[in-house]
Antibody, heavy 120, light 107 residues
Framework: EVQLVESGGGLVQPGGSLRLSCAASGFTFSNYEMSWVRQAPGKGLEWVSFISSSGSTIYYADSVKGRFTISRDNAKNSLFLQMNSLRAEDTAVYYC?????????????WGQGTLVTVSS | DIQMTQSPSSLSASVGDRVTITCRASQGISNSLAWYQEKPGIVPKLLLYAASRLESGVPPRFSGSGSGTDYSLTISSLQPEDFATYYCQQYYNMPWTFGQGTKVEIK
């Protein structure tokens, strides 16, 4: 069974940093491209960042470019999101999502999400 | 960025009703469209991709159609477990973008 388990969320002050992790199991993690998608309270879904299976190709939404860094450790079946210079508008549930095999940009499995709250 | 506009934003329907949700892209997306279902406390679930391809395990009462800029999701006979919020998403161009969601409520 595919499992994606996020961790690392919490309350942080504006300007602060957090590092989110996503532990993957039940599939060959190194074969899959991965993304982070977020959902602000009461709002819709917003794609945040993408990383290819090898980590060689990375994309970011403009809203986080220069502040967030996506990475992965295929040996440890883990995905990460380093978030710096956090703003109130970054408050959201952050999901790691698996890109469908041979279907970049289609998310066929999602973690349960981790809540990031940016507030003083 | 490609803007995705769903309509309606919400709808009320009864069990057994046929329900259609539309999604319009601000430019052509060549069928690079997915639909997701989200229920409170449950992670989003992929229903369809490539505009009309049903994800494995999704009941056939869900179907998708469309081309160019205009797409739709149809539930042929609404079931109690289908009351949820539905999102379309384009993956034709970066950044991948979602519609604002359509909440399907019980009449």
């Amino acid at each position: 069974e595919v499992q994606l388990v996020e961790s690392g969320g919490g309350l942080v002050q504006p300007g602060g940093s957090l590092r989110l992790s996503c532990a993957a199991s039940g599939f060959t993690f190194s074969n899959y491209e991965m993304s982070w998608v977020r959902q602000a309270p009461g709002k819709g879904l917003e794609w945040v960042s993408f990383i290819s299976s090898s980590g060689s190709t990375i994309y970011y939404a403009d809203s986080v470019k220069g502040r967030f860094t996506i990475s992965r450790d295929n040996a440890k079946n883990s995905l990460f999101l380093q978030m710096n210079s956090l703003r109130a508008e970054d408050t959201a549930v952050y999901y790691c999502a698996r890109d469908r095999l041979a279907g970049r940009g289609v998310f066929d499995s999602w973690g349960q999400g981790t809540l990031v709250t940016v507030s003083s | 960025d490609i803007q995705m506009t769903q309509s309606p934003s919400s709808l009320s329907a009864s069990v057994g009703d046929r329900v259609t949700i539309t999604c319009r892209a601000s430019q052509g997306i060549s069928n690079s469209l997915a639909w997701y279902q989200e229920k409170p406390g449950i992670v989003p679930k992929l229903l369809l991709y490539a505009a009309s391809r049903l994800e494995s395990g999704v009941p056939p009462r869900f179907s998708g159609s469309g081309s160019g800029t205009d797409y739709s999701l149809t539930i042929s006979s609404l079931q109690p477990e289908d009351f949820a919020t539905y999102y379309c998403q384009q993956y034709y161009n970066m950044p991948w973008t979602f519609g604002q969601g359509t909440k399907v409520e019980i009449k």
